[in-house]
């Protein structure tokens, strides 16, 4: 039998300990939330910058969903995912914001008007 102020793994906890370690997550969350939103548009920049270079040499936006265009920046390579990117921004046109609607608008996309 367990005795009344055992403590081990179904011990209960105090109550403080708990809830700094609440406190202490929710402070870190703007934060990260920042950085996210921040990230967001840097791909979306990157998808906009590799859509304009693979129109420029095709003369078309279509991409195969597995197609990736090598963009050049600052004498560095990066590989965007063009394909991806494009389904991305069909599926997701509605949570899109107005201006990066009409940068797909005016890259030819005719579903972002």
Known sequence: ??????????AARAPG???RR???????????EAKARKGV????ERGIAALTQHKAREG???????HTETLVVDDQEHAVKLGAFLSN???????????????????GLERAA
Request: avoid cysteine; proline fraction near 4%; charged fraction near 35%.
């Open 17 to 19: 300990r708990a809830r």
């Open 22 to 32: 609440v406190t202490a997550r929710a402070e870190e969350t703007p934060a990260k």
């Open 60 to 66: 078309r936006v279509k991409a195969p969903r597995a």
């Open 89 to 107: 921004a069909k599926s997701r046109r509605a949570k899109l914001t107005e201006d990066k609607l009409q940068q797909l608008a005016d890259l």
């Open 41 to 44: 548009s840097a791909t979306f």
């Open 1 to 10: 039998m367990h005795e009344v102020g055992a403590v081990g793994r179904g």
